[in-house]
């Protein structure tokens, strides 16, 4: 079992940044797959950003919508994810979720891919 809590979120203004992390317990956390998801008020849940067990040196993918401006990294010793999010506008606006896929080296662009999931952070980005 892995408990995933993520920090972070806010109000921020268009064009600025915030960076989300995700902390989750566990012992087998360097062999998840780790993503970001987010959902807006009235639509589903879409995906943001994935990255593999092997952090930056291995799979990493992103929403179109997102790339260039986001990036996900990993820190496999401290447990953690994190999405540094640059140049916001108001699409943004969101609950991010982290997900942990276990057992598997691929990353997953869709939520049935992962097993657990973070209660959520609301980023808000204000025009």
């Known amino acids: 079992q892995v408990q995933l809590v993520e920090s972070g979120g806010g109000l921020v203004q268009a064009g600025g940044s915030l960076t989300l992390s995700c902390a989750a317990s566990?012992?087998?956390?360097?062999?998840?797959?780790m993503g970001w998801f987010r959902q807006a008020p009235g639509k589903e849940r879409e995906f943001v950003a994935g990255?593999?067990?092997?952090?930056?040196?291995?799979?990493?993918y992103y929403a179109d919508s997102v790339k260039g401006r986001f990036t996900i990294s990993r820190d496999n010793v401290k447990n953690t994810v994190n999405l540094q999010m640059n140049s916001l506008t108001s699409e943004d606006t969101a609950v991010y979720y982290c997900?942990?896929?276990?057992?598997?080296?691929?990353?997953?662009?869709?939520?049935?891919?992962?097993?657990?999931w973070g209660q959520g952070t609301q980023v808000t980005v204000s025009s």
């Open positions: 990255i593999g067990w092997r952090g930056s040196s291995g799979s990493i």
């Open positions: 997900a942990a896929a276990k057992g598997t080296l691929r990353v997953g662009v869709y939520g049935s891919e992962y097993d657990y």
């Open positions: 566990g012992r087998l956390f360097s062999t998840y797959a």
